[in-house]
């Protein structure tokens, strides 16, 4: 069974940084694609950043060079390294758990909300 929990959210001036943090239960790592996404108000919840296949990494093209996702196994946590935050980055942030086999099988932390101030 999985559990997600994030943490590192915060309210941050554009142009700082933010370390998002996403603790997962079990030993889950090498089933499951880990990875982020982002809901603003109003907003349909889009990909951030995730892990594929083999290790690879998917980031959305209004993040790239700027945000970047890491893991530690060990740990059983998936990190977002958010640099040059801009107001537009501003949305409640989700940790997200895709099982590598079974279709369907996702999991959502409760979400932990940033807000880049201008």
């Known amino acids: 069974q999985a559990q997600l929990v994030e943490s590192g959210g915060g309210l941050v001036q554009a142009g700082g940084s933010l370390r998002l943090s996403c603790a997962a239960s079990?030993?889950?790592?090498?089933?499951?694609?880990m990875g982020w996404y982002r809901q603003a108000p109003g907003k349909q919840r889009e990909l951030v950043a995730r892990f594929i296949s083999g290790g690879s990494t998917n980031y959305a093209d209004s993040v790239k060079g700027r945000f970047s996702i890491s893991r530690d196994n060990a740990k059983n946590t998936v990190y977002l390294q958010m640099n040059s935050l801009k107001p537009e980055d501003t949305a409640v942030y989700y940790c997200n758990a895709a099982h590598r086999v079974v279709a369907g099988n996702n999991y959502w932390g409760q979400g932990t909300q940033v807000t880049v101030s201008s």
């Open positions: 079990g030993s889950i790592f090498g089933r499951y694609n």
